[in-house]
């Protein structure tokens, strides 16, 4: 059973551009979270979907950020106009709809902005 | 709202000492506690995970007690080695509401 991925790993944009991060949720996982990670941070949560649902969104910088997590295919992390700030590990865990605290993560999307 | 302190590191232990990582919290209700791992470049993985008071969860021989009385939630080993060597984050959750709570982390660096 394939755990949660993510892609890129790495992804280097310059300020300006946007950024997408994919994520694609352990089988059985119709819940996907998405954190952000910043250096010497602990997680902070940004965002929780269920297929095509955004059910909460409150930790989501209101500008520039979205999300989705289409009925087919994986979630989506949408930074438009990048900035110095955004750089960041940015995190991706799913879960089942039964135990949703119990998180399982990716290994993470490292963005840099130059 | 829910909140969740650790212990500062760096934790600096040779290798076969005992370790604590201290954890407490602040929620409302009766959370699920959990600790997460993550060694250096990779993402968390959960380590152990306890759901009421009492309870004590364990792994690969890293254990932790839900102490309702103390708000507390310490990772403990007996014998520490090299390849323990990684950031711990303690992290709280409520059944029904999906977001996780997580401290800073503390980072653990075992030396032979």
């Known amino acids: 059973n394939a755990g949660v991925m993510q892609n890129p790993r790495h992804l280097v944009r310059r300020r300006g551009q946007e950024a997408r991060l994919r994520c694609s949720p352990m089988k059985g996982h119709s819940h996907v979270y998405w954190y952000r990670q910043l250096p010497e941070e602990g997680l902070k949560f940004m965002v929780y979907l269920q297929k095509e649902n955004i059910i909460d969104e409150s930790g989501m910088p209101k500008e520039r950020f979205s999300a989705e997590f289409p009925k087919e295919g994986p979630s989506i992390l949408r930074i438009q106009q990048v900035v110095r700030g955004d750089s960041a590990a940015y995190f991706c865990?799913?879960?089942?709809?039964?135990?949703?605290?119990?998180?399982?993560f990716g290994p993470g999307t490292r963005l840099t902005v130059t | 709202g829910d909140s969740v302190t650790q212990m500062e590191g760096p934790v600096t232990l040779s290798e076969e000492a005992f370790l604590t990582i201290n954890c407490t919290y602040t929620?409302?209700?009766?959370?699920?506690l959990f600790w997460y791992v993550q060694y250096p470049g990779e993402g968390l993985q959960l380590l152990l995970k306890?759901?009421?008071?009492?309870d004590k969860g364990s792994n690969k021989g890293f254990e932790a007690t839900y102490r309702k009385e103390t708000t507390s939630f310490h990772l403990e080993k007996g014998s520490v080695q090299v390849s323990d060597s990684a950031v711990y984050f303690c992290a709280l959750g409520h059944s029904g509401y999906s977001t996780l709570t997580f401290g800073k982390g503390t980072m653990l660096l075992v030396s032979p």
């Open positions: 865990a799913s879960s089942p709809p039964s135990e949703g605290y119990e998180q399982y």
């Open positions: 929620a409302t209700g009766y959370p699920s």
């Open positions: 306890a759901t009421k008071a009492d």
